[in-house]
């Protein structure tokens, strides 16, 4: 029952699903949900999915895929996003680690924030939109598993950094302390289960699969080396940074090996 709760915990901060009222909250155990954050981004990308697999039958792909964005970030508020934006107008001027701080909690959206969320959420759709036209069950597959996966990206980080910022004043300070070993695997191994569902389904794709997890392997390690050169850790912002990161890297690295496979 008690990682019932967690899970829903998680839910909740991440999502606007509604969540039992006997769920109960305590601070720490914000800290202990990491564990199912991955789990979460399943829900997101089963919804999200869903959305682009229904729309198909009716839209263009183009259209497609911006109804399955908007779902995704309906669902989320935009949760993410608002991190990638905050992250790009904190770390894309040649700043002080203390005055890119201060940038980060200004709620205010600057040049660097608007150009970043704006080449982000073009880059997915141009993506979703090319596998959308390659092959439709793939567009479907790998938008689910990217949501799933990038969702272990922050929870690496938050097991690898110190929290980069004032701890004491953090909008979520459970977060704002290194997780365990333990959440981290078990973060790791719903990415591994996902993984070896897919393989199973649909035998074909798993060179691309390969190609997702090398890719998102390969940007988190990125953005924990410059986070710590920046940063000295992360922030809350990053770690929606570092999922949007990667999410648009899994489906970016499906896109280009799907034309060789």
């Known amino acids: 029952m008690h990682q019932v709760r967690l899970f829903f915990i998680a839910l909740q901060f991440f999502t606007r699903i509604p969540i039992p009222r006997w769920t109960g909250f305590q601070p720490e155990w914000l800290h202990q949900s990491a564990r199912y954050f991955p789990l979460v981004g399943a829900v997101v990308g089963l919804w999200s999915a869903a959305v682009l697999w229904l729309a198909m039958l009716v839209f263009?792909?183009?259209?497609?895929?911006?109804?399955?964005?908007?779902?995704?970030?309906?669902?989320?508020?935009?949760?993410?996003?608002?991190?990638?934006?905050?992250?790009?107008?904190?770390?894309?001027?040649?700043?002080?680690?203390?005055?890119?701080?201060?940038?980060?909690?200004?709620?205010?959206?600057?040049?660097?924030?608007?150009?970043?969320?704006?080449?982000?959420?073009?880059?997915?759709?141009?993506?979703?939109?090319?596998?959308?036209?390659?092959?439709?069950?793939?567009?479907?597959?790998?938008?689910?598993?990217?949501?799933?996966?990038?969702?272990?990206?922050?929870?690496?980080?938050?097991?690898?950094?110190?929290?980069?910022?004032?701890?004491?004043?953090?909008?979520?300070?459970?977060?704002?302390?290194?997780?365990?070993?333990?959440?981290?695997?078990?973060?790791?191994?719903?990415?591994?289960?996902?993984?070896?569902?897919?393989?199973?389904?649909?035998?074909d794709d798993i060179p691309l699969l390969l190609g997702a997890i090398v890719t998102c392997a390969g940007l988190t390690f990125y953005m924990q080396s410059m986070l710590e050169r920046r940063l000295g850790g992360y922030t809350g912002d990053n770690l929606g940074a570092t999922q949007q990161v990667v999410e648009v890297g899994a489906l970016l690295a499906c896109l280009g090996l799907g034309a060789y496979f």
């Open 60 to 203: 263009p792909n183009s259209v497609s895929v911006v109804l399955a964005m908007a779902a995704s970030i309906w669902l989320t508020g935009g949760f993410h996003e608002d991190g990638l934006a905050d992250t790009c107008d904190g770390l894309g001027g040649a700043v002080s680690r203390e005055r890119a701080l201060e940038i980060m909690k200004d709620s205010r959206l600057g040049s660097y924030g608007a150009l970043g969320l704006f080449l982000m959420l073009g880059l997915k759709a141009a993506t979703l939109v090319g596998l959308a036209d390659a092959d439709p069950t793939l567009a479907v597959t790998a938008l689910l598993w990217a949501h799933l996966a990038s969702r272990a990206a922050p929870v690496w980080l938050m097991h690898a950094l110190p929290y980069g910022g004032d701890a004491a004043h953090a909008k979520a300070k459970p977060l704002a302390t290194q997780i365990s070993g333990r959440e981290l695997a078990m973060a790791l191994g719903t990415v591994v289960l996902a993984s070896g569902l897919w393989a199973w389904l649909l035998p």
